[in-house]
Each structure stands twice: as C-alpha cells, then as structure tokens.
C-alpha cells in the first residue's frame, strides 16, 4: 500500500497560471480531504468529498475547485493563482466515517510569486 | 462555533523526561472525536492518539495519554520517557460524530534535548 500520494511535492507558479495538484489513495477510502498549511497556523479544510461524485466546500473554499469521479482520486485545481494562496497542501483520506484516523499524504509546498 | 485552542507554541522537553501539551476545544455538540497528531520535520502527519467524547476513561497509546475534561472542554497529551524522535510539530484536533470537518488547533512544537 502507498496510502496516499500527492504530487507534486515543490512548485513554484507566477500570479495568475493555474495548476492541478494530485492525489491519489490507494485504501479504498470513501472520505478525501484537501487542507492547507499556511506558516505557524493548523490545518483548514479547504474541500472535501464523501464519495465519487460528491464533494463539498470546507472554511477556506475561495480560488479553488475539486472534482471526484473515481474512489482513488481527488484533485484540487488552482485558478489564478494569487500570492495568498503561497502554503503547504495536504490530502488526506479517511475510511467509511469522517471521525475515523485520516491518513495524510507528505504534501505539496506551493508558492506563488 | 467549533475551534481549538493550543496556548504553548512552542515547548522543550530533556529526554526521558516527562512533557504535558495542553489543549482546549470548544463545540456545542455532545458527540464527538478528538485527536493528537504529530508532524515531524519531514511534515508528514501521523496519528499519535484518539479519544471518544462518550468514553469516560483516557485513552493510552504506549509513552502518549490524555488527560480528556469533557466538562472543561480541555483534551491534553503527555508524553513520557521523551525521546528524540518525539520532536515534531504537535496538533490537537476534533470532529463532531455528525461533522464532516476536522478542527485543528495551531499547533505547539515540542523539541526534545539530548
């Protein structure tokens, strides 16, 4: 088992492009999660997704979209990257219930400048 | 409003001795979860411990416990005979049984001196 991967792990975008963080569990996991890390804060949930085909915005939702059409993958799309959206992403999965372990991925280091 | 509160942003600790992060929550619900998970230099996040709202007694996972005051809101974790490894970036966190959404706290980073 990988458990979850994300790539990439570093990426450096100019103001305005976009890009597509993956992630990938390998748990059949029915919960997927994107957060963000931004320097000497916790975790906020950006989106999250209970299933395939489902998904829902988390506290920090604005500049960012997600689509979940297979169990496996849950990627997070950055339009117009802005310097505020400068942190570190984490995915994370979580098996039939929400309040079960979630299990994280190593992490995307993302900065716009 | 759910949120999560870690008063001591940072803490040292000598190794083999013993260290206390404190932790408080506050929600309105009755049920819920709470978590302490570690972040290591290498930022990957891993489970240390996890405690059910309903359970009275503390939950023990080799060196971790908690000391979980459900009427004081107040869910801290000690960490015993210290070791190296224990240094890392530690979050208190909570999710209610109904809840989609996991709460973190900022976090406290606890180094552990040889």
């Known amino acids: 088992n990988a458990g979850v991967t994300q790539t990439p792990k570093f990426r450096i975008l100019k103001i305005g492009q976009s890009m597509t963080l993956q992630c990938t569990q390998d748990?059949?996991?029915?919960?997927m999660y994107w957060y963000r890390q931004d320097p000497g804060m916790g975790l906020k949930l950006i989106y999250y997704?209970?299933?395939?085909?489902?998904?829902d915005k988390g506290e920090v939702p604005n500049g960012y979209n997600v689509s979940r059409s297979t169990t496996e993958d849950f990627p997070l799309r950055l339009e117009l990257a802005a310097p505020s959206q400068t942190s570190v992403y984490f995915c994370?999965?979580?098996?039939?219930?929400?309040?079960?372990?979630?299990?994280f991925g190593p992490g995307t280091r993302l900065t716009v400048l | 409003a759910q949120t999560v509160t870690q008063s001591q942003p940072e803490m040292s600790v000598q190794e083999a001795e013993t260290v206390t992060l404190s932790c408080t929550y506050d929600?309105?619900?009755?049920?819920?979860?709470l978590f302490w998970y570690k972040q290591p230099p290498s930022r990957q996040m891993i489970l240390v411990i996890r405690q059910e709202a309903y359970k009275q007694q503390n939950a023990t996972e080799n060196r971790f416990s908690v000391n979980f005051q459900k009427a004081a809101k107040s869910f801290s974790l000690k960490i015993s005979d210290s070791q190296l490894g224990d240094t890392a970036m530690y979050f208190c966190?909570?999710?209610?049984?109904?809840?989609?959404?996991?709460?973190f706290g900022t976090g406290t980073s606890l180094t552990v001196i040889p």
């Open positions: 966190a909570f999710i209610t049984f109904t809840g989609n959404q996991f709460y």
């Open positions: 997704s209970v299933g395939a085909g489902i998904t």
């Open positions: 929600t309105s619900e009755s049920n819920y979860y």
């Open positions: 748990m059949n996991h029915n919960y």
């Open positions: 994370a999965s979580s098996y039939i219930y929400s309040y079960n372990e979630q299990f």
